[in-house]
Nanobody
């Protein structure tokens, strides 16, 4: 069993930055690929990106503004978001999946956090 907890959300003006953190406990963090997803009001869940456990390889749905990193020693993965836009307003979720499933669908991510809300004002 893995517990996932996100933090760092809040209100930011367009063009600003936010750094979300995700901490896990309960199992070997280093065994899991970690993903970030988001769900905007009235919209479906969408992938933001993910990072593999083995090499720390990252994949992004929309490269350029967001960066994912991880610290296996601290059981933490972060999502650095720059040049934020109002369209980035959403609840952001961190999730864990078995190694090798980084690019799998959201349904393959077994452990999810409760989400952290990000609001970008225009």
């Amino acid at each position: 069993q893995v517990q996932v907890v996100e933090s760092g959300g809040g209100l930011v003006q367009a063009g600003g930055s936010l750094r979300l953190s995700c901490t896990t406990s309960g199992s070997r963090f280093g065994d899991y690929d970690m993903g970030w997803f988001r769900q905007a009001p009235g919209k479906e869940l969408e992938r933001v990106g993910c990072i593999t456990w083995s090499l720390g390889t990252t994949y992004y749905a929309d490269s350029g503004r967001f960066t994912i990193s991880r610290d296996n020693a601290k059981n933490t993965v972060t999502l650095q978001m720059n040049s934020l836009k109002p369209d980035d307003t959403a609840i952001y979720y961190c999730a864990a999946t078995a190694g090798g499933y980084c690019l799998a669908s959201a349904g393959e991510f077994r452990y999810w956090g409760q989400g952290t809300e990000v609001t970008v004002s225009s």
